[in-house]
């Protein structure tokens, strides 16, 4: 159930924000104008400053991050580096989609995804997401599992923000001269 819609101030883009109090979820659809992606990823910090704790963010964001996720090299890498230094700012890492490279077919792009804080990743450890077919829309839609049983090894991450984090240095320091068990195998 989708509650307290949220709409931007003075909106310059098509389409609306939305959220799901308990868990902190919102909704997005991104402008095609550059000028429109500036204001939109603006606008989206400025919600994601106004709103603590938790977060996921989930939409059609009309931009891509990095270069594999599109199938050819005509890359706009201003409008790229503009959205990674949006996530990083907002502190959001993109969960891992299952089933599909491109979520967008009529050009092989990647521009549907979801993104969450880290206080959501903890909150939601064993999450799926999922890629679906679809023979209505050139875009595929996702399908994200909670609360789903882990089934294998849990992939290694890293985001750029994290050493910007208070203490960070600290507990990587305390993790790397723990003792490990003998009978730990990788």
Not at 17 to 46: I, N
Not at 96 to 103: D, N, P, S, Y
Not at 123 to 130: E, T
Not at 152 to 172: C, D, H, I, Q, T
Request: charged residues 25%; glycine residues 4%.
């Amino acid at each position: 159930m989708w509650t307290n819609v949220v709409s931007p101030s003075q909106p310059r883009w098509q389409g609306r924000l939305c959220h799901k109090s308990a868990s902190g979820s919102r909704w997005s659809t991104g402008p095609q104008a550059d000028q429109d992606k500036v204001e939109f990823l603006e606008e989206l910090l400025h919600f994601r400053n106004s709103a603590a704790g938790p977060w996921m963010l989930c939409g059609d964001f009309n931009m891509i991050y990095r270069a594999e996720d599109k199938s050819n090299d005509r890359l706009d890498r201003r409008c790229m580096r503009r959205f990674r230094a949006f996530l990083d700012a907002a502190e959001l890492e993109e969960l891992h989609l299952i089933g599909r490279r491109f979520t967008w077919s009529a050009t092989l792009e990647r521009l549907d995804r979801l993104f969450a804080s880290a206080g959501w990743l903890e909150a939601h450890p064993n999450h799926v997401l999922r890629a679906l077919s679809t023979d209505c829309s050139d875009h595929c839609p996702l399908l994200l599992s909670m609360n789903v049983l882990p089934w294998a090894k849990k992939r290694f991450r890293f985001e750029p923000y994290w050493l910007k984090l208070p203490g960070f240095l600290e507990v990587v320091a305390t993790t790397w001269s723990a003792v490990t068990p003998q009978n730990f195998l990788f």
